[in-house]
């Protein structure tokens, strides 16, 4: 084999490496800022949505103001053995955060008398049901994505959660309890004031 032909081998085994090596080179700061938004990657696209969706939540609840929301003091005691969970077994704390919206959203159907002859509400009616309350649009937002979450971390693929995950998921449940227990007992206020 002489020099040419060695020089010919030579670009063709490594015109491949070299192409995706400046790809990545060039795209770098593209690639930089989709990797944090991905937990695992798995070429599944709830994997990549759940990232996308993990990214809404942390950024609302870096945003949230809990001190103009009047928690009630179960709330925040709730919030903090939630949070100590949290560095201990971090699913069970998402679980029983998702309980305390669970919850409160069944109390107030059930006062309500929400039943529609003993169907099962889908979640468009619940959806309308709790948008009653007046709860923005950011805050049905939340509980949407609180709920997407909660299917994707109990589904098939069970997916894991990092710990600052947790605890955003955490502080956005506590929070939307809060808001709808306010909304509830002000609706119950103005019931008895007519």
Do not use: C
């Given at each position: 084999?002489?020099?040419?032909?060695?020089?010919?081998?030579?670009?063709?085994s490594?015109?491949w490496p070299?192409?995706?090596?400046?790809?990545?080179?060039?795209?770098?700061?593209?690639?930089?800022?989709?990797?944090?938004?991905?937990?695992?990657?798995r070429?599944?696209?709830?994997?990549?949505?759940?990232?996308?969706?993990?990214?809404?939540?942390?950024?609302?609840?870096e945003?949230?103001?809990?001190a103009?929301?009047?928690l009630?003091?179960?709330l925040?005691?709730?919030?903090?053995?939630?949070?100590?969970?949290?560095l201990?077994?971090?699913?069970?704390?998402l679980?029983?955060?998702?309980?305390?919206?669970?919850?409160?959203v069944?109390?107030?159907?059930?006062?309500?008398?929400?039943?529609?002859d003993?169907?099962?509400?889908k979640?468009?009616?619940?959806?309308?049901?709790?948008?009653?309350?007046?709860?923005?649009?950011?805050?049905?937002?939340?509980f949407l994505n609180?709920r997407?979450?909660?299917?994707?971390?109990?589904?098939?693929e069970?997916f894991?959660?990092a710990?600052?995950?947790?605890?955003?998921?955490?502080?956005?449940?506590?929070?939307?309890?809060?808001?709808?227990?306010?909304?509830?007992s002000?609706?119950?206020?103005?019931?008895?004031?007519?």
């Amino acid at each position: 084999m002489d020099w040419k032909s060695f020089f010919v081998e030579m670009t063709k085994s490594l015109s491949w490496p070299i192409t995706v090596g400046l790809t990545v080179y060039f795209l770098r700061d593209f690639i930089s800022g989709l990797v944090p938004r991905i937990s695992k990657f798995r070429h599944k696209d709830t994997e990549i949505e759940f990232a996308e969706t993990m990214g809404a939540i942390k950024e609302r609840a870096e945003n949230i103001d809990l001190a103009g929301i009047e928690l009630l003091e179960e709330l925040k005691e709730e919030k903090d053995r939630l949070e100590k969970l949290s560095l201990i077994i971090p699913r069970s704390a998402l679980l029983q955060s998702w309980g305390l919206i669970d919850r409160e959203v069944s109390d107030y159907l059930l006062e309500i008398g929400a039943s529609t002859d003993e169907v099962s509400l889908k979640t468009s009616d619940v959806m309308d049901k709790i948008k009653s309350l007046g709860l923005s649009k950011s805050e049905s937002n939340t509980f949407l994505n609180l709920r997407k979450i909660m299917k994707s971390v109990t589904g098939p693929e069970k997916f894991e959660l990092a710990e600052d995950e947790v605890e955003s998921y955490i502080e956005l449940a506590v929070d939307l309890v809060g808001t709808i227990r306010n909304a509830r007992s002000n609706k119950a206020l103005q019931r008895t004031n007519r």
